[in-house]
């Protein structure tokens, strides 16, 4: 087969120019793709009219010249380079627009021919209709431009979405948090509000205690101080009366009468003198101790209660005040354990006398509450510590648990079966040595005992308002 019948059965369009630059080939697939008759080619020197509309070399014709690398890629702007696989062959792409309906796209290479002795013969350049590929790629550029805006448009809304939930996210955490902080609030205001309410219960208590003690005071003391009077007027009398039976007896011998005197003899005998001088001063003794102790019961109830005083803050004697106490709850302590007392010498405090009295009766009666099966001992001390005097209630009964000591000064909090206490006791008492700026602390042992120990300023840090109230 001829040069010529191998260009034109093949199915690649190609041609070849010599080294003057002269189509020499022009094969039939060259035709079908550029539009041109190989007649009109052959031997012409106008590829560049055919391609580029105007006289410029392709890409062949660099081959032919020798063209360097640079000077193709400048010419090519940068689309051709050397193929990989021929050495000093070139290949490239780009759309001629004159071409075809519309323009085609076009894949070529450019090959030297060279002679026996290598010289340059000329070159051989190859054509390839990539259009529809190129086409392809520009649909698959634009959807792919598209798909890239609608996911950039779908990242930014899924952004703003997020953005917004985060925002909804945080209004809900803080309006959570300010739930939370306003519950915290109520919660606390209504712990004050019971706790107040309480107060106020057991200050109403302690007023119709004061009222009871004082209406018992006023009806007992009446009675009470003309029996004491003449109780006084009575021992002076049988005083008399006793003078004057010795001096009856001593007169009954002489007594002329012997039947008067054997009378007298038996009449003393049989109503016993000698024993009634002798008991009659035990009796009266005893009765005055009696009445003695009633005046007492009476004015400690009217010390307990302080109902002969207003409510305001004044200085009393603390020990005076647990003496008082511990005689009005002396039937809740006897019977269960032995008191002792260890006083120190104190100086007066500023306070308010019956609601501390209030805290002495309810660290007593629980220590009396705390005794076993056996008769055990409470032991109420005082002192001072610098600017602060002290009192402390020390119990040998069961001991606090250790799960239950924090919760012991809870309103409502109560380890006695049901019926046996409020659980408000040493709640109570808690707010109230807290509103005389003091401190109420608990040692405790299991099966050895518990102490209280409360200790308070001798004078208030904050002048006290008349209404018996701290100012805050």
């Known amino acids: 087969m001829s040069l010529t019948g191998f260009f034109d059965a093949s199915p690649v369009a190609t041609f070849v120019i010599n080294t003057e630059h002269v189509v020499t080939y022009f094969n039939k697939a060259c035709e079908k793709l550029l539009g041109v008759n190989a007649a009109d080619m052959i031997g012409e020197r106008k590829l560049g009219l055919v391609f580029y509309n105007n006289d410029r070399p392709v890409l062949a014709d660099l081959i032919v010249d020798g063209t360097s690398s640079v000077g193709v890629a400048s010419l090519y702007t940068n689309q051709a380079h050397r193929s990989k696989l021929i050495a000093d062959a070139y290949e490239s792409e780009g759309f001629f627009p004159h071409l075809g309906d519309g323009g085609r796209w076009l894949f070529f290479t450019a090959t030297p021919l060279r002679n026996a002795d290598g010289s340059m013969a000329g070159a051989v350049e190859t054509l390839q209709d990539i259009t529809d590929r190129k086409?392809?790629?520009?649909?698959?550029?634009?959807?792919?431009?598209?798909?890239?805006?609608?996911?950039?448009?779908?990242?930014?809304?899924?952004?703003?979405?997020?953005?917004?939930?985060?925002?909804?996210?945080?209004?809900?955490?803080?309006?959570?948090?300010?739930?939370?902080?306003?519950?915290?609030?109520?919660?606390?205001?209504?712990?004050?509000?019971?706790?107040?309410q309480q107060h106020l219960v057991q200050s109403e208590k302690l007023a119709s205690i004061g009222q009871l003690a004082a209406g018992v005071a006023h009806e007992i003391n009446n009675p009470i101080g003309y029996i004491f009077s003449n109780f006084g007027t009575l021992e002076k009398y049988l005083t008399d009366l006793f003078q004057m039976l010795v001096a009856y007896e001593k007169a009954e011998p002489f007594h002329g009468n012997a039947q008067t005197v054997l009378a007298l003899a038996t009449l003393r005998n049989s109503i016993e003198l000698d024993f009634l001088k002798e008991d009659i001063p035990t009796l009266m003794r005893e009765s005055?101790?009696?009445?003695?102790?009633?005046?007492?019961?009476?004015?400690?109830?009217?010390?307990?209660?302080?109902?002969?005083?207003?409510?305001?803050?004044?200085?009393?004697?603390?020990?005076?005040?647990?003496?008082?106490?511990?005689?009005?709850?002396?039937?809740?302590?006897?019977?269960?354990?032995?008191?002792?007392?260890?006083?120190?010498?104190?100086?007066?405090?500023?306070?308010?006398?019956?609601?501390?009295?209030?805290?002495?009766?309810?660290?007593?009666?629980?220590?009396?509450h705390a005794m076993g099966a056996q008769r055990g001992k409470i032991t109420v001390r005082t002192g001072v510590a610098g600017d602060k005097v002290w009192f402390e209630v020390a119990d040998t009964g069961s001991g606090i648990p250790k799960e239950v000591l924090p919760r012991i000064f809870d309103p409502f909090y109560t380890t006695k079966p049901v019926g046996h206490g409020t659980g408000l006791g040493l709640s109570l008492s808690y707010g109230i040595v807290q509103k005389h700026h003091g401190t109420i602390d608990v040692q405790t042992e299991m099966t050895k005992g518990s102490t209280f120990r409360v200790m308070l300023p001798v004078k208030q840090p904050n002048p006290p308002v008349a209404d018996g109230a701290l100012p805050t």
């Open 135 to 196: 086409r392809a790629e520009e649909d698959l550029l634009k959807h792919q431009s598209k798909l890239e805006e609608l996911i950039e448009k779908r990242t930014t809304e899924l952004a703003q979405a997020n953005r917004t939930l985060l925002e909804d996210v945080a209004r809900r955490e803080a309006a959570e948090t300010a739930l939370l902080s306003r519950n915290t609030e109520l919660n606390e205001l209504n712990a004050k509000l019971s706790m107040a």
């Open 288 to 368: 005055r101790e009696g009445i003695v102790r009633v005046r007492k019961i009476v004015q400690d109830l009217k010390d307990f209660s302080h109902v002969d005083a207003n409510l305001d803050w004044q200085f009393a004697n603390l020990n005076q005040g647990i003496d008082s106490t511990l005689n009005v709850v002396n039937n809740e302590v006897k019977y269960k354990a032995d008191l002792v007392k260890d006083y120190g010498d104190l100086p007066d405090i500023q306070c308010m006398p019956s609601q501390i009295n209030q805290v002495v009766m309810n660290l007593v009666v629980n220590a009396a």
